[in-house]
């Protein structure tokens, strides 16, 4: 696996999702048809795992999160940038996203959760915000953000 294998197999879902609402709809179409057990999820998830264990992946870390922009949003990814962070039992930093935000969610730990969900997608509308949080466990996450839009808050 490597970064030009890794945007070709994100681009088949990206081409399939461009354009939609980001919103409740979607995340039903991504769970009943690429979530947990799908062909779809389970090559995401090896190939997430892969790009850690070969180091092009989360490769950075900060307040202990593994993170990293993989994939800038490009025509090649239909307007989606692509990050994946591997977190542990913490809270992130607190965001909004713009055009709203899709994660794909992949518990290393049995039953580990990000923002209450299991295993799966889950998806934010445009305007939403947050404080990513992994609970019960480690879980790797994709970010699919369009037009790479992303704002963090400000510390106080």
């Known amino acids: 696996m490597d970064v ?28 009943a048809d690429h979530g947990p057990g799908s062909d779809t999820y389970e090559a995401l998830f090896a190939a997430c795992q892969a790009g850690v264990a ?7 870390e900060g307040g202990g999160i593994k993170y990293g922009r993989v994939l800038k949003a490009t025509d090649a990814t239909h307007g ?7 977190m542990q039992d913490l809270a992130g930093p607190h965001h909004s996203h713009p055009n709203g935000e899709i994660d794909l ?10 923002d209450g ?19 019960d466990g480690r879980a790797l996450v ?13 510390a106080a």
Not at 80 to 86: I, K, L, Q
């Open 80 to 86: 989606f940038s692509v990050d994946v962070v591997d």
């Open 105 to 114: 969610i992949m518990p290393l730990t049995p039953g580990a959760r990000f």
């Open 54 to 60: 070969e180091g092009w992946l989360c490769n950075r």
């Open 4 to 31: 030009q294998q890794f945007q070709q197999r994100i681009s088949r879902l990206t081409s399939e999702i461009s354009g939609a609402p980001l919103d409740a709809s979607l995340e039903a179409h991504l769970n």
């Open 142 to 154: 994709l970010y699919l953000l369009p037009q790479g839009s992303i704002q963090f808050t400000a």
């Open 117 to 135: 969900c299991p295993a799966g997608w889950c998806v934010y509308e445009a305007g939403s915000a947050h404080h990513p949080t992994v609970t």
